[in-house]
Structures are given as structure tokens and as C-alpha cells.
């Protein structure tokens, strides 16, 4: 076939230009097929992503079930009285309910939540109320409000006839007016017993308006990213501060009310940003992950725990000879996902509305686990899950640092094991992921594939408040991925970690995605993981500078795939440096078809630049037609940029 130079430019830049590359692609000799998975989407409850964020459930504490009962609740009054009892029911699973003595024939009584951070109203919008009550004794009836900050009416609906066995009642009303925090007030007009065990608040625009549903603004986000996998539910949060509170995922299945709920391991741990009433309630469980994956086109990544708490906190361990449950739950867990309905876990499915199989391909042994106790416990999964589903990939750890002895004792025994998958975390700084755009150029190809499960660039230090999403930080990591784009025959998976923020309950920084309770917006690291996401290819082509992989020189960083279904060359190329460049593309054995040669450029000429609430595309690809007389593309300082070019 014809050597081809495609001689192209942008124009885009007028600074003065620095570093010039001629890069050939070798078009004609893929040297692998881009697993489909490549760019995923790893999901934690921290930060309130769950409750409070992802989980459209406006009500904090719908259960009582917080530590403190009263957490998030208030008790209010107007022309009326009464009493608020919490009762205990004993038993294991949600047993509380508060106990209403209303007395107020001619006013009011009752309860107030403050949501989570506040509820967001939007105007005009529909919102599902449901209350699980019983009257005890009286007349009560039943008014729900929805207040503004300032207390002003937005929204308001009755039930007259509250059920007098335990029942849900429901009722809707449409708001008259916005609030970023309003608050949901109940109260009893009438006097009597009643008594509550849930109170709840959806929106009814979810994610598919599905009841119980997600934020719909937050999932679109994720679905526009078109992501190869979702790893759930994360994350320290798999392994618990201890065993007690570790993720459990039979715990999260069936009726929701039946979900128990507990405390989120990230409630206290850090002391700069301690978040008490931080609890999962579990409406947001496995079988609605699973589901999501399905919405977004993601293979299902779920990571169970491994017998291990959080080796950061308590570090318990199960006994070895008390393993078998643990073992257990991830068997139950494959026939919950894939096995037919006339099985235990696959009619559980059935009856949670998906009789079909979720196809699950791919399952997590512990999340970010090291040393011996955790090589030992491993075995035991490897070995039962090699024998009864080696059709299953298992992705395992190799801790929480990319190196030290922890790490190579830890590849050493994987390795020797011929697993299938090897999870690597990196949380550093930016100079870090520039330096470390070649780490993989020389991994072993024959020994397990890699899954770089976790990673971001801290602008100041790891788990540090002051770590700002800014675009030195997505720099580097764009320019850090065209090294695992590279070596896209090793690397089968990646994502950036952690995925969602409240901007006022977060515990820990940079996050890809962050909200308020209406708005939501995609960081510049967020753009960064879409475009490689949006233009992943299907096969790895060598890309090559005066002979040599471009992988720092002159601050340049390049890969390219090719797109054999959309028959287009993309070539990724990240300038590091505060100069522009330019590159001449060399297409060796293909020739350019008709149609447009495009760049999308995504660029910030300061460094600390971020993206906000109040201007969420601050920073935001840009595309241009390339025009096809010129010799070179021009390459803007401090750009991440993908070129396609549509071929024969
Ligand atoms: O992404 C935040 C935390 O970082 C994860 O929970 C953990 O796996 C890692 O240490």
C-alpha cells in the first residue's frame, strides 16, 4: 500500500512556535485490538455520591436509622403540639420508627428535613412523596411542604386518610418555584397517635423516570462518556473502616425497605472534613448498579470485599477457616447476575423486574488490599472461582502504591498465580503522570493484564483539601493515558478515581464530577476521560517520532488507534509545554478518504484553570476542520488534542 503524507493544518495558534515532530503512524500493522473496555468509570459512595448525590432521594434519614434518630430531622410547630417518640421494634434490620402524639385540632404539628445539604427544588418540576405509616389513634391528617431557605411555600399536597395498618401513602405535588436548599416539612393537623417508619421525597423526572430512581443530569454525564465498564460500589467503602461495616452486597438487594441501612465509612474519616451524617441507605444498591451498567452501555465491574477491613484503618482480617462466606457471596453473586431465574439469586433478579441476565464478565477480590493476608485470602476466590467460573475475570490487588515491596511482592505471587487481571492505583503529582507516560512501555506482555483501576493528579498532596481539579492535573493525566493508550495490548482498563463530589459534603479532592442539588458539571479531568472514551478505536497503531515512541520529548506525548468500523486514524497528542508545536503526520500504508479531517483541542492557557458550577465548560473540547493543504498541525501550548482522520 502507498506511504502517505497527510499534510494538514489547524492554524489554530499564533504563539511562537517551539517543538516540531514529524510523526508516522503505522496504519496497516495494528499492533492490538483496544479492549472494548479500556475507559471506564470507577464509582464510589464517597463524597455523598450515593445518598445525597447519584440517589435521587431528597429525605436524609428516612428510616430513623442514623446513629442519632433525629439526624437531619427537626420537630416543628405552629398553632399546635405534640410529641416525638422513637420507638425500637428490636430485631436486625431498620427496626425504628418515630411515634407522633399529635395534638394541634387547630394548627399543626410535626417534622422537618433538611435534606442533604438542603433539598433542590426546581421549579415546575413534579415531586413523589411516600410516607410508611399507621395511625395509631385520632384524626391526624397529613400535609407535606416544600419551603425555600427562607421558609417560603413552593410546593404543597394532603393526605386526608392516613392508613391505619402499616401502608405506604402517597402523594405528588408540583413546585411554584426554585430552591437549592429548601427543606421538606411534615406536619399533622388534628390530634392522635401516628406512627412513621419511612418518609420519603423522589423527584419524578429520575434517570428513565424509573421510581427509586438516579439523578438523571448525573447519569447522563456518565453515559455521555460512553464508558467501557462500571466499577461499583468503589473503593474503601468495599472494605469498611472495619468488618462490621464493610459492603455487603446481599445487604443491598430486594425490597427497599428491607435494605439495612448503616454508617458510611467515610463519615469521620478525615478530621479536616469530618460529614457525621454521612450514612448509606443502600436504595442505591447492587441490583440498580447492575442496571445502570446495562443504561450505559458498561460492562458490570463489582469489587467484593475479601475478608479484609481498610488496611488505612482497622486492617481486621476473617479468620482463614471462616472465609467461606465471603467465598460464598461472590458465587451467589455470578448466579445473581447471570444465572437463570429458577435459581435462588437469579429469581431474586427476576423479581427485582430483570429476568434477563446481566452478563457479568468481570469481578473484583478486595479493592486496594496488600501483603500476606491478603495473597492468602485471594487464593482461596482464585481457586474456587477458576474452577467453578472460569469464565469470569478476576481482577486482584496489588495495594495502594504503584511500587515498593509491598507492590512487587505482590506482582511476584499474582504473576505466579497467571491471574487474569491486576488492579494498579497512583494518586500523585503531575510531574508524577508526565514521567510516568512510559511506565508501561516495558511491562512483561506475557504475565496478567493490567487494570489501572484508580488514578488522578493531586495538585497538592493526596487526600489534601487544597487538591483543585485544575488543568495541570488533567494534563498530565491526558499525557499520562496516551502511555496506557500505548500500551493498550497490556492495558485493558482504566479509570479515574473517585468519580462524584457534593460540593458541600465532599470528603476528599480532586473528583471527577461535582454537583449541588440542582446543578452538576464535568471537570477538565472529565473531558480529558471523554475524549480518549469518545475516541477509544478498536485496534493500537505504532506511533513513532524519528524512530522512537513520543513520550515526553519536548513535552510531546502521542498514540494513535485506528477505528476499523468508522474507518478513521485518531492520533491523540498532548503538549505539556506553555509553548505550541507542531506536527507533520506521516500515514504510513493507508490513504485518506474523502470527508473531514478534524481536531478536537482541549486547552487552558493557566494551569490552575478549573471549571465551576457557574461556568461548567470553562474548560471544554473544541473541534476544527483540518484543512488539507498545508504541511503541519499546528499544536496548542498546554493542549490535549485528537486528530481524526477518515481513511480508505
Ligand atoms: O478514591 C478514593 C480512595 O482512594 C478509594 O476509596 C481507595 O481505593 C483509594 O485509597
Known amino acids: 500500500m502507498k506511504t502517505i503524507v497527510a499534510i494538514l493544518t489547524a492554524c489554530l495558534i499564533s504563539t511562537t512556535v517551539q517543538a516540531q515532530k514529524k510523526l508516522t503512524v503505522v496504519t496497516n500493522q495494528p499492533v492490538a485490538e483496544i479492549s472494548p473496555?479500556?475507559?471506564g468509570i470507577f464509582f464510589e459512595d464517597i463524597n455523598f455520591g450515593a445518598d445525597g448525590g447519584l440517589y435521587a432521594e431528597m429525605v436524609k434519614n428516612r428510616s430513623f436509622q442514623f446513629e442519632l434518630p433525629m439526624t437531619?430531622?427537626?420537630?416543628?410547630?405552629?398553632d399546635g403540639n405534640g410529641k416525638i417518640l422513637i420507638q425500637n421494634t428490636g430485631g436486625n434490620r431498620n427496626t425504628r420508627y418515630a411515634q407522633l402524639t399529635v395534638n394541634a385540632p387547630a394548627g399543626r404539628y410535626g417534622l422537618t428535613n433538611e435534606g442533604f445539604r438542603g433539598m433542590g427544588f426546581h421549579k415546575g418540576e413534579t415531586y413523589r412523596f411516600a410516607i410508611v405509616a399507621k395511625k395509631?389513634?385520632?384524626?391526624?391528617?397529613?400535609?407535606?411542604?416544600?419551603?425555600?431557605?427562607a421558609g417560603a411555600k413552593i410546593g404543597e399536597a394532603t393526605i386526608d386518610q392516613l392508613p391505619a395498618e402499616w401502608n405506604t401513602a402517597t402523594v405528588s405535588f408540583t413546585t411554584t418555584d426554585s430552591a437549592m436548599k429548601g427543606r421538606l416539612n411534615v406536619w399533622f393537623e388534628g390530634t392522635g397517635s401516628v406512627e412513621v417508619t419511612r418518609v420519603s421525597l423522589f423527584p419524578a423526572k429520575t434517570w428513565k423516570n424509573r421510581p427509586n430512581g438516579m439523578r438523571p443530569d448525573l447519569v447522563q454525564l456518565l453515559a455521555d462518556m460512553k464508558p467501557g465498564f462500571l466499577r461499583f460500589p468503589g473503593g474503601c467503602i468495599v472494605e469498611g473502616r472495619d468488618l462490621t461495616n464493610r459492603y455487603q452486597w446481599k445487604e443491598t438487594v430486594g425490597p427497599v425497605d428491607d435494605r439495612k441501612t448503616i454508617v458510611n465509612r467515610w463519615n469521620m474519616e478525615f478530621r479536616h472534613k469530618p460529614t457525621p451524617d454521612y450514612y448509606q441507605s443502600f436504595g442505591l444498591g447492587f441490583f440498580e448498579y447492575f442496571q445502570l451498567s446495562e443504561d450505559i452501555g458498561a460492562e458490570p465491574l463489582p469489587i467484593l470485599n475479601c475478608g479484609m477491613a481498610c488496611q488505612f484503618n482497622s486492617g481486621e482480617v476473617v479468620a482463614m477457616n471462616e472465609m467461606d462466606p465471603y467465598v460464598q457471596d461472590a458465587l451467589d453473586l455470578i448466579e445473581f447476575a447471570n444465572a437463570p431465574v429458577t435459581t435462588k439469586w437469579g429469581k431474586l433478579r427476576a423479581d427485582m423486574g430483570h429476568p434477563a441476565p446481566f452478563n457479568l464478565k468481570y469481578i473484583g477480590i478486595g479493592n486496594e488490599q496488600w501483603d500476606e493476608q491478603y495473597i492468602e485470602r485471594y487464593k482461596?476466590?482464585?481457586?474456587?472461582?477458576?474452577?467453578?467460573?472460569?469464565?469470569?475475570?478476576?481482577?486482584?490487588?496489588?495495594?495502594?502504591?504503584?511500587?515498593?515491596?509491598?507492590?512487587?511482592?505482590?506482582?511476584?505471587e499474582l504473576r505466579a498465580l497467571n491471574t487474569d487481571i491486576v488492579d494498579e492505583h497512583y494518586y500523585a503529582s503531575p510531574d508524577w503522570f508526565l514521567k510516568n507516560a512510559s511506565r508501561y512501555d516495558n511491562y512483561d506482555r506475557k504475565g496478567p493484564k493490567i487494570f489501572a483501576g484508580e488514578y488522578a493528579a493531586q495538585s497538592k498532596a493526596i487526600a489534601s483539601a487544597e487538591n483543585r481539579n485544575n488543568w495541570q492535573c488533567a494534563l498530565s493525566e491526558a499525557a499520562f493515558m496516551t502511555g496506557l493508550e500505548r500500551n493498550a495490548d497490556v492495558?485493558?482498563?482504566?479509570?479515574?478515581?473517585?468519580?462524584?463530589?457534593?460540593v458541600d459534603a465532599w470528603q476528599w479532592t480532586p473528583d471527577l464530577i461535582w454537583f449541588d442539588n440542582l446543578r452538576s458539571y464535568g471537570t477538565p479531568n472529565y473531558y480529558v476521560q471523554k475524549l480518549f472514551a469518545l475516541n477509544r478505536g478498536t485496534h493500537l497503531l505504532s506511533v513513532l517520532s524519528e524512530g522512537a515512541v513520543l513520550n515526553g520529548k519536548d513535552s510531546l506525548y502521542a498514540s494513535a488507534v485506528l477505528d476499523k468500523k468508522g474507518k478513521v486514524v485518531i492520533i491523540k497528542v498532548v503538549n505539556a509545554a506553555a509553548s505550541a508545536a507542531t506536527v507533520a503526520l506521516d500515514l504510513k500504508g493507508a490513504k485518506m478518504a474523502k470527508g473531514e479531517a478534524q481536531i478536537e483541542?482541549?486547552?487552558?492557557?493557566?494551569?490552575?484553570?478549573?471549571?465551576?458550577?457557574d461556568s461548567p465548560t470553562a474548560i471544554a473540547p473544541s473541534k476544527q476542520i483540518i484543512r488539507s493543504k498545508d504541511k503541519t498541525i499546528a499544536i496548542a501550548p498546554m493542549s490535549l488534542n485528537v486528530i481524526t482522520i477518515p481513511i480508505q
Do not use: C
Open 491 to 502: 492495558i485493558t482498563m482504566a479509570s479515574y478515581a473517585p468519580l462524584f463530589a457534593h
Open 380 to 412: 482461596l476466590f482464585h481457586a474456587v472461582l477458576k474452577q467453578k467460573h472460569p469464565e469470569i475475570k478476576i481482577i486482584s490487588s496489588v495495594g495502594p502504591s504503584p511500587e515498593g515491596k509491598l507492590f512487587d511482592y505482590a506482582w511476584k
Open 136 to 149: 395509631a389513634s385520632g384524626n391526624a391528617k397529613l400535609r407535606v411542604e416544600a419551603v425555600n431557605s
Open 601 to 613: 483541542t482541549l486547552a487552558a492557557s493557566d494551569k490552575q484553570a478549573v471549571n465551576s458550577l
Open 37 to 39: 473496555t479500556m475507559w
Open 72 to 78: 437531619g430531622w427537626k420537630e416543628i410547630k405552629k
